[in-house]
């Protein structure tokens, strides 16, 4: 690695909290909706989706981005055009320093679930989330945002997801609706993490 607290997953370049550039946004930016962190599901998302991969040059929207590790994942493997959306401002500036490392950029959209329409939403070729269920009232939002997404023509949607209750749930709503699959899943880089990703087709 070329310096401290730089590691490597799936191909892309990621930060430990410890790097000298994240410590110096911590100073100015406070994420408070825990996108404090790259949380581990982002790697299940992203083994998940080198196995079943969207095409070449895709539109990929990212709910929930965080700093963006999945987003950052999709526009370097697969050319995506890749827009994160988050409702915490403070998340994005640690997303633009993950992208620039990678050489790639992700459109920010600051917007909160419940506020994407069925036509921004239906616009993408595929939607992806990780941990982006981890509160009893996100179940919902979640859901009627698939639902939205489902309706303006989106094709796939793909959730992984350590395995909290409120994401169980959320698959159960879904597998009443559509056609779902959920698999157990797990991640070898940068180390093993196990947990589930759902996937929604349209
Ligand atoms: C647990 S973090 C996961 C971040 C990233 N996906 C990852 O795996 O590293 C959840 C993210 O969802 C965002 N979030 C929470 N509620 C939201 C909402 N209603 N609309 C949009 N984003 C939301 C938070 O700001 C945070 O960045």
Redesign the pocket.
């Known amino acids: 690695m070329p310096e401290a607290n730089v590691y490597q997953a799936y191909g892309i370049y990621l930060l430990h909290r410890q790097h000298r550039l994240i410590r110096r946004l911590m100073r100015i930016y406070e994420?408070t909706?825990?996108?404090h962190?790259?949380?581990r599901?982002?790697f299940l998302l992203m083994d998940y989706l080198q196995s079943h991969p969207p095409q070449k040059g895709s539109k990929v929207m990212?709910?929930?981005?965080?700093?963006g590790?999945?987003s950052v994942f999709c526009a370097r493997r697969f050319g995506a055009d890749v827009t994160g959306?988050?409702?915490?401002r403070d998340?994005f500036p640690f997303m633009d320093v993950i992208a620039a490392l990678n050489s790639v950029q992700i459109r920010p959209h600051r917007?909160?679930?419940?506020k994407l329409t069925a036509r921004c939403l239906g616009d993408q070729d595929l939607i992806i989330?990780?941990?982006?269920c981890?509160w009893d009232n996100?179940i919902q939002?979640v859901r009627n945002l698939i639902a939205r997404a489902l309706r303006g023509g989106t094709k796939r949607i793909v959730i992984a997801d350590p395995g909290r209750p409120t994401f169980y749930e959320l698959a159960d709503l879904c597998a009443k609706r559509w056609d779902v699959t959920l698999k157990e899943w797990y991640a070898v880089e940068p180390s093993r993490t196990t947990g589930e990703v759902l996937e929604i087709r349209g």
Request: proline residues 6%.
């Open positions: 994420p909706v825990h996108g962190k790259l949380w599901a982002s990212e709910i929930g981005c965080g700093w590790s999945a959306v988050d409702v915490d998340i917007i909160r679930y419940e989330g990780s941990d982006v981890f996100l939002p």
